[in-house]
C-alpha cells in the first residue's frame, strides 16, 4: 500500500502513541506504519477472512468484553478469556496496538490514541494489497454482513450487496441476512451476486423434501491445489430470530451431512478442506473434534478476536479452528503450504484494521458516500450527547444496553424491561453526539416492535432461566451464541455452572422479593412471535430517540447486572 504525505501527517500523532516512534524522515515513518501490515507470502492456498461485520462501512470504536464465561471444558480457554488472562494466553503484549484491539483494557485512552477501527474503505486497501501479493487468495465473508446500521435497514440491505461485490467478496455463508426474509436473500444472491459471490451453507434445506437452498460447497483451483469451502450458516436461525422469516427452510447443525460433504469434496480431489462456519465459536470447538477431514474452520457469530488458531484433534487428525472478530476490526490471513497432496504447514495472522494506519480506496470511498447520500440528514439526526463511555459487549450487560433499559422503564412506565443479549453495536466515547445513526447501528432489525406484558415471577424466572441455559450450557450444541437478556428494574443472581432450570435465583424489586404468582409490567423489544408481527408496535429506536430527546445527556450510572456465582478463578471475568 502507499500512503501520501497529507495522509502520513494525518495520522502522525496515532502511530506515534501507538508505539511507532517518531521519525524524521518522513519516508523511514512511512515504512514504520507499515511494518504492521506487511505479511510476506507463505505457501501456495491463500484464504483471507471477515466475519460479523454487522454493515459497518465507515470506521468505528468497539470495545471487547470484560466477561466472558467460559463453562466446564471451556472454562479458562479460548475465546473465554477477558483483559490481562486474553493477552497473556495470546502472547500480546499490554499498552499495545493489539491489546487496544484484542481487549477492553484502558479502552477510552487507547481509543483516543489510536483511532477508530475498520472502515470498508481502510478493509478493501488491504484486501487488495495481500490478494496482490497471494495469487488466486479467496475472500472469505462469514456472515452478518447484511444487517446492522441504518442504511442496511432503509437500503433492505443492498448497501452491503453492493460493498461486498466491490470489496471482492468470493464466498459467504450468513445468519442475519435471513431476517430480511427468503424471498430477498433469494433477489440478491440471484440477482446482485449472479457470477461472483456464491452463498454456501451445507445446513440449509427445504421444509419439504429436504433438498438443498444453497450450494453445500464450492471447490476452486488455486495454483495448482484443489481447494474446497464448505459453507455453515448459523444453526438456529429459526430459534434465534423470527421463523416467519424463512417459513421454508430448515436449519441446524447438520454434522452427518458435513461429514458426507467432506468427504465427497476429498474424493473430488480436494487436497485442502475449510468449513467456512457462523455455528459460535464453542460449536465449531466441539464439531472440530467429531468429524474428520476438515483442515480449519473459519469461524464466525460470537465475535471472539482468537489470534492464535486452537488445534482441535479429532479420528482424521487435526483442525484448525479460529475466529475472526467482529464489527469490521479484523481481517484473518490463512496461508497453507501444499506439498505431496496435503498441507504440511499453514501460517495464521488476525489482522487488526487501524483506519488510521491504512489509507482508503477511493473507489470504496466514493461508493459508500453515493449509498449514504439519500439518508444523510436522517443519519445525521442529534439526539443527545454522552458523558459516558457507551458500548455493548459482556455476558451480561453493556453501557448501551442499559440506555436502551432506562428508556423502555420510563417510556413505558413499566417496572421491568427486557432487552436482547446482541453482540453488535458501535461504541461511543465520553464527549460524543449521540445521532439517530448511532442509535439505528445498535437497534437495525426488521423485527423491532415494542411490548408491554403483564408477567409472572414465575414466568419472568423461566425466561431468564431459558436465556442462561443458551448461553452456559456446557454442551456447545445446545448453546446459540448471544449474551444474556438484558434486565431493567430487576435484580437476580446467577450460578452460570448450575444444572439446567436452577441457574437463578434471589430475584428482587426494589429489595423485595418477586412474588412467582404476582403480575409484574414488563417492557421489551425484538419479539420473535408470529402475533407480534401482526400486533407490530413502536420501533424502539424512535422510543429511545424519544427519550434522548428528553433527557439530553446520558450521564455515568451503574450497569443493573446480576450477582455472579460459582465462578471465583474464571478467567473470563474481570472487574472495572
Not at 483511532?115 to 481502510?122: C, D, E, K, Q, V
Request: with cysteine; charged share 20%; glycine share 10%.
Amino acid at each position: 500500500m502507499s500512503i501520501n504525505r497529507r495522509e502520513f501527517l494525518q495520522t502522525l500523532a496515532i502511530a506515534s502513541a501507538g508505539g511507532l516512534g517518531l521519525h524524521s524522515s518522513f519516508s523511514a515513518a512511512q515504512r514504520s506504519a507499515q511494518q504492521f501490515y506487511e505479511l510476506p507470502r507463505f505457501g501456495n492456498v491463500h484464504l483471507l477472512h471477515f466475519t460479523d461485520c454487522h454493515a459497518q462501512l465507515l470506521p468505528m470504536y468497539y470495545r471487547e468484553p470484560n466477561v466472558n464465561l467460559g463453562i466446564g471444558p471451556q472454562q479458562n480457554r479460548m475465546p473465554h478469556l477477558v483483559g490481562d488472562y486474553f493477552l497473556k494466553a495470546n502472547h500480546l503484549s499490554a499498552a499495545t496496538r493489539d491489546a487496544h484491539a484484542f481487549t477492553y483494557l484502558n479502552f477510552i485512552d487507547a481509543a483516543q490514541s489510536y483511532g477508530r477501527m475498520g472502515g470498508f474503505a481502510h478493509l478493501t486497501t488491504l484486501v487488495k494489497q495481500l490478494k496482490a501479493s497471494r495469487p488466486g487468495a479467496l475472500l472469505l465473508d462469514g456472515g452478518d454482513t447484511w444487517q446492522g446500521s441504518a442504511t442496511a435497514l432503509w437500503s433492505n440491505g443492498q448497501d452491503m450487496a453492493n460493498a461486498a461485490l466491490a470489496l471482492g467478496v468470493d464466498l459467504m455463508t450468513a445468519h442475519w441476512e435471513m431476517t430480511l426474509g427468503e424471498a430477498r436473500v433469494m433477489e440478491i444472491i440471484n440477482t446482485d451476486f449472479k457470477g461472483n459471490i456464491e452463498l454456501l451453507a451445507q445446513n440449509i434445506k427445504t421444509t419439504d423434501f429436504g433438498d438443498p437452498v444453497f450450494p453445500s460447497y464450492s471447490l476452486r483451483s488455486m495454483n495448482g491445489v484443489q481447494v474446497a469451502i464448505i459453507g455453515q450458516a448459523f444453526p438456529y436461525t429459526p430459534i434465534a430470530n423470527p421463523a416467519y422469516f424463512t417459513p421454508n427452510w430448515t436449519f441446524g447443525i447438520q454434522e452427518e451431512h458435513l461429514q458426507k460433504t467432506i468427504d465427497e469434496v476429498v474424493k473430488k480431489g480436494a487436497k485442502v478442506v475449510v468449513l467456512l462456519s457462523h455455528n459460535g465459536m464453542d460449536v465449531d470447538l466441539k464439531l472440530a473434534s467429531r468429524v474428520r477431514g476438515l483442515h480449519a474452520i473459519l469461524g464466525g457469530h460470537t465475535h471472539d478476536g482468537v489470534p492464535i488458531p486452537v488445534k482441535v484433534k479429532n479420528p482424521g487428525g487435526v483442525t484448525l479452528v479460529t475466529n475472526a472478530g467482529s464489527n469490521g476490526k479484523f481481517l484473518g490471513v490463512l496461508d497453507f503450504d501444499v506439498k505431496g497432496g496435503k498441507p504440511v504447514d499453514f501460517r495464521y495472522k488476525l489482522l487488526p484494521i487501524f483506519s488510521n494506519l491504512i489509507p482508503e480506496d477511493a473507489s470504496m470511498v466514493s461508493l459508500i458516500q453515493k449509498m449514504r447520500a439519500p439518508y444523510e440528514s436522517r443519519l445525521q439526526e442529534p439526539l443527545a450527547t454522552t458523558d459516558t463511555l457507551l458500548y455493548r459487549r459482556g455476558n451480561f450487560n453493556g453501557s448501551f444496553d442499559q440506555l436502551i433499559l432506562d428508556s423502555l422503564l420510563a417510556q413505558k412506565d413499566a417496572e421491568i424491561a427486557f432487552s436482547p443479549g446482541f453482540r453488535w453495536g458501535s461504541t461511543l466515547l465520553p464527549g460524543q453526539s449521540i445521532t439517530m445513526e448511532q442509535l439505528l447501528d445498535q437497534t437495525a432489525i426488521t423485527y423491532p416492535y415494542t411490548t408491554v406484558n403483564m408477567m409472572t415471577g414465575s414466568t419472568i424466572k423461566t425466561v431468564l432461566e431459558d436465556v442462561a441455559d443458551n448461553l452456559f450450557n456446557p454442551d456447545p450444541y445446545y448453546q446459540q451464541g448471544g449474551d444474556m437478556v438484558r434486565v431493567g428494574g430487576l435484580q437476580y443472581s446467577i450460578d452460570p455452572a448450575a444444572s439446567m432450570g436452577n441457574r437463578i435465583s434471589d430475584m428482587r424489586l426494589n429489595g423485595r422479593r418477586i412474588d412467582a404468582d404476582k403480575h409484574y409490567k414488563v417492557a421489551g423489544w425484538a419479539p420473535v412471535s408470529a402475533d407480534s408481527q401482526e400486533k407490530g408496535g413502536e420501533p424502539i429506536w424512535d422510543l429511545v430517540a424519544r427519550h434522548l430527546k428528553e433527557i439530553k445527556t446520558v450521564k455515568p450510572g451503574p450497569l443493573n447486572t446480576p450477582t455472579i456465582l460459582g465462578m471465583k478463578g474464571n478467567e473470563g471475568i474481570e472487574d472495572i
